[in-house]
């Protein structure tokens, strides 16, 4: 249990990592466009936050299941649509990560781009 916990909380920060430039650059691209402050931007903060935590709950699912291995697959989210990418062993681990994908709060639609390399 602490595993997964350390594995979310990793999964996590690294998501939220990504925030800082976002945010730095949708500021930047307000100055330049000559937008008021506290006017709504096109895209928000809060689209990357809702990606990010999509992005985390995603990866917790796959590190819980023993049927999708969490290290071998990649997950992104951009604006609700989880982007899976990787590796899987087995056609159905493929399917098993986007069905855990698909649970996800949020998640609009999920684009299944894990390649089957069975063990040799």
Do not use: C, W
């Amino acid at each position: 249990m602490s595993k997964l916990i350390a594995q979310t909380l990793i999964a996590a920060g690294v998501a939220f990592s990504a925030l800082a430039p976002a945010y730095a650059a949708e500021q930047l691209a307000q100055q330049q466009s000559g937008q008021q402050p506290g006017q709504q931007p096109k895209s928000s903060v809060g689209q990357y936050v809702d990606d990010s935590t999509i992005t985390a709950k995603v990866k917790a699912k796959h590190a819980e299941d023993k049927v999708v291995s969490a290290l071998r697959v990649s997950v992104e989210t951009k604006q609700g649509v989880v982007v899976l990418s990787g590796e899987a062993k087995t056609d159905g681990e493929k399917q098993r990560a986007e069905m855990l994908a698909m649970q996800v709060e949020g998640v609009k639609s999920v684009s299944n781009k894990i390649e089957v390399k069975p063990k040799s």
